[in-house]
């Protein structure tokens, strides 16, 4: 099993280049969901779904695109990136609530994302 | 949408004793408060929840206490361990939505 898996690990972008986070669970997961982590600032949401064909826009959802088209899939998307975007990235999944008591989130490894 | 406070935002404690973290959060629709710990160059994980009906939960040395009518919600360690050190964070959700709102989180260092 194995959980929530991102790729890359770590990313070196010009600025304006345009790349894609990629993220996958194997849980069933209803709801998946992207957060930016930045020193200081702890975990920013940008952009979650709460299952296949519906996304809605987070805290910080400027600059970056998402679509769901499979329960397994959410990639996040940098069109034209910027030095501010420089961060970590984390992808996380969980059951929806209130379906279940259980409202864990579950993190992927998280992707390094530079851009010069 | 929610704004959650997280204080305080560095903590050294010696080992053996306790670490108390404490979070408020604006939006009375938010039932369900989880603290995460992220262990250098890891992912947060989930170490304990509480339900908005509920007041108190304890697991070992770890509780989380919630206080609804202040919006408020504590993270208490007791007898703490090198291991214990880690950031932590706090986070909010509303119960019908899938929505976390995080603290700005908290670096616990436990001095041996």
């Known amino acids: 099993n194995a959980g929530v898996t991102q790729t890359p690990k770590f990313q070196v972008l010009k600025t304006g280049q345009s790349m894609t986070l990629q993220c996958a669970q194997d849980?069933?997961?209803?709801?998946m969901s992207w957060y930016r982590q930045d020193p200081g600032m702890g975990l920013r949401l940008i952009h979650y779904?709460?299952?296949?064909?519906?996304?809605d826009q987070g805290e910080v959802p400027n600059g970056y695109n998402v679509s769901r088209s499979t329960t397994e899939d959410f990639p996040l998307r940098l069109l034209s990136a910027a030095p501010s975007q420089t961060s970590v990235y984390f992808c996380?999944?969980?059951?929806?609530?209130?379906?279940?008591?259980?409202?864990?989130?579950?993190f992927g490894e998280g992707s390094r994302l530079t851009v010069l | 949408g929610e704004n959650v406070e997280q204080h305080p935002s560095t903590l050294s404690v010696q080992e053996g004793d306790s670490a108390v973290i404490k979070c408020t959060y604006s939006?009375?629709?938010?039932?369900?408060f989880p603290w995460y710990k992220q262990e250098l160059g890891k992912r947060p994980q989930l170490i304990i929840d509480?339900?908005?009906?509920?007041g108190e939960k304890k697991d070992q040395r770890i509780a989380v206490t919630l206080n609804k009518t202040a919006k408020h919600f504590s993270l208490h360690i007791t007898e703490t361990q090198p291991e214990d050190s880690a950031v932590y964070f706090c986070?909010?959700?509303?119960?019908?939505?899938?929505?976390?709102?995080f603290g700005t989180g908290t670096s616990l260092t436990v001095i041996p």
């Open positions: 996380a999944s969980s059951y929806s609530r209130p379906q279940t008591n259980t409202g864990e989130l579950f």
């Open positions: 849980m069933n997961h209803e709801y």
């Open positions: 779904s709460v299952g296949a064909g519906i996304t």
């Open positions: 939006d009375s629709a938010s039932n369900y």
């Open positions: 509480i339900r908005s009906n509920v």
């Open positions: 986070a909010a959700s509303p119960l019908t939505g899938n929505q976390f709102y």
